[in-house]
């Protein structure tokens, strides 16, 4: 098969040859060293890979862009442990394959609620079955609008440890963060939201 070459639209200090996935790891380099232009070109540059990624993974359409904000957010939260020594391509789609399947699991656990519900209702049709899910899911959202108050390692912490369910060394092999200031992020998460809702009604 003959290979393709490209022509840059732009100019460029590589040569021409390099591949699309050295281009953007060198991108990267730049990104960690504080070059803050090209890292914004870079994570435009990858939307399009996680795009494919989270298609692979069976991620409804209406749901990719969801896949690619987690995917990104992750990304500018770990950046630091990427080596630019390897494939910035696949360090990127490991993480958007893991940021699908938690959307894949998100959505097929809502599902199997909303399934659960309506059979609830339409075997009692009760006023106070919808009055106690509306009330669950104001709990939820105000749980939610807590944890995006806390202090970043912290709403980190639960997010990884709490919400998405990772072990300590899943998690600190993710975010960059060891066990130990993982454990005690989480602690003082799990303190702040009991004192925040203790005195709620």
């Known amino acids: 098969m003959g290979r393709v ?3 840059p639209v732009e100019p460029a200090t590589a040569s021409t040859s390099e591949t699309p996935d050295r281009r953007r790891a060198a991108w990267m380099a730049a990104a960690q060293a504080g070059d803050r ?6 994570l435009a540059d990858s ?9 692979r993974q069976g991620v409804a359409q209406d749901h990719i862009d969801d ?3 987690e995917t990104l957010i992750t990304v500018h939260r770990v950046r630091h442990t990427y080596d630019p020594t390897r ?34 209702l339409d075997s ?14 104001q709990r939820a959202r105000r749980l939610r609008e807590a944890i995006a108050e806390l202090p970043p390692g912290q709403r980190e912490a639960v997010e990884q440890l709490g919400l998405r369910e990772r072990s300590l060394s899943e998690a600190a092999e993710l975010t960059g963060r060891n066990t130990g200031a993982l454990k005690v992020n989480l602690h003082r998460a ?5 004192d925040r809702f203790h005195g709620e009604p």
Do not use: C, F, M
């Open 37 to 42: 232009r090209t890292y914004e070109k870079l």
């Open 87 to 120: 494939s910035y391509d696949a360090w990127l789609t490991a993480i958007a394959n893991r940021r699908a399947i938690d959307a894949l699991r998100s959505r097929g656990r809502r599902d199997s609620r909303e399934v659960r519900d309506d059979h609830a």
């Open 124 to 137: 009692h049709p009760d006023q106070h079955d919808a009055s106690a899910a509306a009330e669950s899911g």
């Open 67 to 69: 896949v690619v904000q």
């Open 47 to 55: 939307v399009a890979l996680i795009r494919v990624a989270a298609r």
């Open 190 to 194: 799990l303190k702040a939201l009991r």
């Open 5 to 7: 070459r490209t022509v």
